[in-house]
């Protein structure tokens, strides 16, 4: 049987790691659909070569062969491992980990495969990254202050935002191409659906405008203006409409994974107010 367990990462990589996971395919293949989250993912099949999956504007849909273990990392946006190029060159894009790291990975490869459990494969995994952290990567802090503000519960102005950090427009639009792949616009949309699936995920109660319940009221209390403002963009992202997604029920998407620790982020900025009568 197929199975997903997703995990928090270690707690030193917390700052630039989103989640982590162990996924299996059972008996037959597993066709997985990859939604844009704003920023890269390392997919690892044990035995296998790695790949990096680049910042992604809809979906990608992926065909996973059977009795195969898959070891992965989903970076923060604006947080990419170290690449030799900018993240707007590998949108949309899955690239072999070798052709952007070189011969190291052969080694990680071959130190994968020996891990004997795909927790400890894993675990090796976020140990090589946590060292490349430590020695060559630099993130950027004003794009990470922007990828802050562009969470959803807090509907900011791209211009206002760019004022805020000192930069111009442009000057903003410009560093986040590069560190995250997409302009802030687009992040901000990404976020925000991101947002509405945290809510959706925790079964959350929607707390917006009287009347909106169910996904309108979860749509609402995200920041889009209705529910076919959020139809529209979860066509836009995913392929699908909100019910296909979700499967007809708001407790988990219609995978059957649980994605609580890919959630969490999300739902600790939000504010909860008293439901309006």
Same mark, same amino acid.
């Given at each position: 049987m197929?199975?997903y ?12 790691v ?12 597993y066709?997985?659909?990859h939604?844009?989250t704003?920023?890269v993912?390392?997919?690892f099949?044990i035995?296998g ?8 504007t ?10 195969t ?8 946006p ?5 690449l030799?190029?900018?993240l *707007?060159?590998?949108?949309d894009?899955r ?6 790291w070189? /011969? ?8 994968m495969?020996?891990?004997g459990?795909?927790?400890?494969a ?7 990254l ?7 990567v630099?993130? *950027?802090?004003l ?12 509907p ?13 427009? /442009? ?13 802030p616009?687009?992040?901000?949309r ?10 959706a995920q ?13 996904t309108a009221g979860l749509a609402? *209390? ?8 959020l139809?529209?963009?979860c066509?836009?992202?995913?392929g ?5 997604l979700l ?6 998407c219609?995978c059957g994974?649980?994605? /609580?620790a /890919?959630?969490k ?5 939000r ?6 009568a």
């Amino acid at each position: 049987m197929e199975s997903y367990v997703e995990r928090p990462p270690l707690p030193a990589l917390a700052g630039v790691v989103r989640t982590v996971w162990i996924q299996r395919a059972g008996e037959a293949a597993y066709v997985q659909r990859h939604l844009p989250t704003g920023g890269v993912e390392i997919h690892f099949p044990i035995g296998g070569r790695p790949q990096l999956v680049g910042p992604l504007t809809g979906p990608e849909v992926e065909v996973i062969p059977a009795h195969t273990t898959i070891v992965g990392v989903r970076f923060q946006p604006g947080t990419a491992p170290p690449l030799p190029t900018v993240l *707007d060159d590998l949108v949309d894009q899955r690239l072999g980990l070798a052709d952007l790291w070189g /011969s190291p990975v052969d080694r990680l490869v071959e130190a994968m495969a020996r891990a004997g459990t795909p927790e400890r494969a894993l675990m090796f995994l976020q140990d090589h990254l946590l060292r490349e952290y430590r020695r060559v990567v630099r993130v *950027d802090p004003l794009v990470g202050e922007a990828v802050k503000a562009l969470m959803p519960w807090q509907p900011v102005n791209i211009d206002g935002l760019a004022t805020h950090l000192a930069l111009s427009t /442009s000057q903003l639009r410009r560093r986040c191409l590069h560190a995250v792949g997409m302009s802030p616009k687009a992040l901000q949309r990404t976020l925000r659906f991101q947002g509405f699936l945290a809510l959706a995920q925790a079964g959350a109660a929607a707390t917006g405008r009287r009347g909106a319940d169910g996904t309108a009221g979860l749509a609402v *209390d995200v920041g889009y203006a209705d529910q076919a403002h959020l139809s529209r963009e979860c066509l836009r992202l995913t392929g699908l409409t909100p019910r296909q997604l979700l499967g007809g029920d708001l407790d988990r998407c219609a995978c059957g994974h649980e994605h /609580s620790a /890919s959630y969490k982020p999300f739902l600790a900025g939000r504010r909860t107010p008293l439901l309006l009568a």
